[in-house]
């Protein structure tokens, strides 16, 4: 039976994957249309895939991809989860809405935006941050398994990967995968839910 109380979302995200963008654009989505308490954290797929076989092309997105999170990590640990908030959508808007991938433009913008310190910036070369991004997607592993990734979402203490999802389901159609998500993650025997991905990602 769903709660009439208004439901924590928390995400597990790492600001330079797509679905995971696409995943936490819906649930702002849903935020509009129903009280939602939305809260970040970072869950880095440069850790995940650290000591994988990867093709090229993706093993060059991973070793970039410690960038923007560091800068993430750093800003929720020097200025709290409210500033994770702010820097995270206005990183998003700029790597994946705006498709600009020059991090060293991109960071310091969503820094101003977010009303951050611009020295946080400096952040993105540091690997001292690095046991910070491992400890915290290690949380998220924790909760919904190894094999698994960004983005995970937890509602009401209830933790699953996903919903993967192509592009962004806007007003009521947000709210049905929105009830419809959180039905099955209340259901303890539900594991897997999953089809062939078709089509290219939308953003807008």
């Not at 990867?54 to 500033?83: I, K, M, S, T």
Request: with cysteine.
């Amino acid at each position: 039976m769903t709660s009439t109380s208004a439901p924590v979302a928390t995400t597990y995200v790492d600001p330079s994957c797509p679905f995971a963008w696409i995943t936490s654009r819906w649930l702002m989505e849903v935020a509009k249309m129903r009280p939602l308490t939305l809260r970040f954290e970072v869950m880095s797929l440069s850790v995940i895939n650290e000591h994988r076989d990867l093709e090229p092309w993706y093993r060059e997105f991973n070793d970039r991809a410690w960038e923007p999170a560091r800068v993430c990590v750093a800003a929720a640990e020097q200025h709290g989860a409210a500033a994770l908030a702010l820097l995270y959508p206005a990183l998003g808007r700029r790597i994946h809405d705006g498709g600009d991938k020059d991090f060293d433009t991109v960071v310091p913008q969503a820094l101003a935006e977010a009303g951050l310190p611009a020295d946080l910036a400096d952040a993105a070369r540091r690997s001292d941050l690095d046991p910070h991004l491992r400890a915290s997607t290690a949380r998220a592993q924790q909760l919904v398994g190894e094999d698994l990734g960004t983005p995970t979402v937890v509602i009401d203490d209830v933790a699953f990967f996903g919903p993967v999802l192509t592009s962004i389901p806007r007003g009521e159609e947000a709210v049905r995968v929105f009830d419809g998500a959180r039905l099955l993650a209340g259901c303890r025997s539900f594991s897997e839910l999953k089809r062939a991905r078709t089509g290219d990602l939308t953003f807008a």
